[in-house]
């Protein structure tokens, strides 16, 4: 996303963060902050990973995840002398932390260094890891260079992607009670100029910090984590000078407990399962009754919220649910997929559910879905969302998909936005030829001077 127009720093009350954002992390003594970088192949759709703060006895440690959705997932890092294959691309001096769906590992940090266990058991230091989207169900193999440096290709950087200036973009002025700055940030010779853009709260006047970031044909909100009121994210200078959204930076949330959840990290595949009533997992048509898959490749893993009450943990087809019993299944031929409790449909097109699509922010405003499927076709539903009766008068959508987000809103007075979905023959529903397989969906009240 290129940002020639202007940044909007404002405070709204909301509960909840954006997703698959970088976690940044203030104390030395805790963890570096992990990098992303891009992986030279474009055939290739590249991901930021997330990077989520873990503390225990004393320990600090980085948890690291690959967006989930429904494509596998390599989660790799930079380092000297490996070759990572991926269906006959072979990226140089690149090691394969983890690959499946759902994938996540666990770093360890001591303020000086951060280390991780790669998928053939070698402990290494990291500092940038990259995810990389591919939908092949084979899996990934990593072998020890032997390569000749005449495979090696150096890519010469553009010097106009160093000449950005931050005050060219326009300061917002709707500011209210918020204010934003930048700070250039020091970055390798021949490299892209970045900067770090954050938007911090004057006093304590809100719950949280939201961000909206202003470019051409679309806006893109960013959260903070209530109760902070900091929220910073990266912004990287473009050949033709403008700025582009690097990464999201969320700052750690204090005081909320969590459990790591890995399996074995050998040379097979394996299913993290846990019990659910009412699922059934499938693998190479074995049916597994009353459990739900929470992961699924090589060295997988998962986080789980603890509350005291109860562990509640996302799996793969992005249901929060609360888990007592977990088990991790082996497999050597393949990934494993899931399947709903039961059965029979005419059409694989008919049995989706609005029920799969996360709730995301819903601020001020109320989402609603209406069957409209004509009996004989795919299911359709009709998607609305409508403010709550501010005198604002405008609405707005953010439909996150695999590897895309789209943004829509009204002009005033129009307060209801209506959009049909549709169902998809692999269980994940699409917006037209915009955004396939949605994920979330937001609704909320756009700000106004109103």
């Excluded at 029979?344 to 069957?371: K, V």
Aim: proline share 4%.
């Amino acid at each position: 996303m290129l940002l020639p127009w202007f940044f909007l720093c404002t405070l709204v009350s909301l509960t909840v963060s954006y997703g698959y954002s970088n976690q940044d992390y203030g104390s030395k003594e805790e963890c570096r902050k992990l990098k992303h970088f891009d992986v030279a192949d474009s055939g290739h759709l590249h991901r930021r990973a997330k990077f989520s703060h873990l503390e225990r006895h004393g320990k600090h440690y980085t948890m690291i995840t690959c967006p989930n959705d429904s494509f596998m997932y390599s989660l790799v890092a930079e380092h000297e002398g490996s070759v990572f294959d991926i269906l006959g691309s072979e990226y140089q001096d690149t090691a394969v932390l983890a690959a499946g769906y759902n994938v996540g590992v666990v770093a360890k940090c001591d303020g000086k260094r951060t280390t991780v266990e790669t998928t053939d058991g070698k402990k290494i230091k990291i500092k940038r890891v990259a995810c990389i989207q591919y939908t092949s169900n084979r899996g990934v193999t990593e072998t020890s260079s032997t390569t000749s440096s005449s495979t090696t290709s150096t890519t010469t950087i553009p010097m106009s992607c160093t000449t950005c200036d931050t005050n060219n973009i326009s300061p917002s002025d709707w500011s209210n009670g918020a204010y934003v700055f930048y700070e250039d940030l020091i970055i390798t010779p021949g490299e892209c100029k970045k900067a770090l853009a954050t938007c911090a709260a004057i006093g304590q006047l809100c719950t949280n910090a939201v961000m909206t970031v202003f470019a051409p044909a679309m806006q893109h909100r960013l959260y903070s984590t209530p109760p902070e009121l900091v929220f910073s994210t990266m912004i990287t200078c473009q050949t033709d000078g403008t700025w582009k959204i690097d990464g999201e930076v969320h700052l750690e949330r204090h005081g909320k407990h969590y459990t790591m959840i890995t399996c074995p990290n050998d040379s097979f595949m394996y299913s993290l399962v846990a019990e659910n009533e009412g699922s059934v997992f499938n693998i190479f048509g074995s049916e597994y009754q009353d459990t739900v898959v929470l992961a699924a490749g090589y060295n997988v893993g998962v986080v789980a919220k603890c509350d005291g009450k109860r562990t509640t943990v996302e799996t793969t087809d992005g249901k929060k649910i609360k888990i007592k019993r977990v088990a991790c299944i082996q497999s050597n031929e393949g990934v494993i997929r899931t399947s709903t409790a039961s059965t029979t449909t005419p059409m694989p097109c008919t049995t989706c559910d609005t029920g799969s699509i996360a709730p995301g922010i819903i601020y001020r405003a109320n989402l609603t879905y209406d069957d409209i499927t004509t009996p004989g076709e795919c299911k359709k539903a009709k998607l609305t969302c409508s403010e709550e009766g501010s005198p604002c008068g405008r609405v707005g959508i953010t439909v996150y998909g695999s590897g895309e987000s789209k943004n829509y809103d009204t002009p005033p007075p129009v307060v209801v936005i209506n959009t049909d979905i549709t169902c998809q023959a692999d269980g994940s529903w699409n917006m037209g030829d915009l955004v396939y397989g949605i994920t979330k969906i937001d609704c909320y009240e756009l700000f106004c001077t109103a």
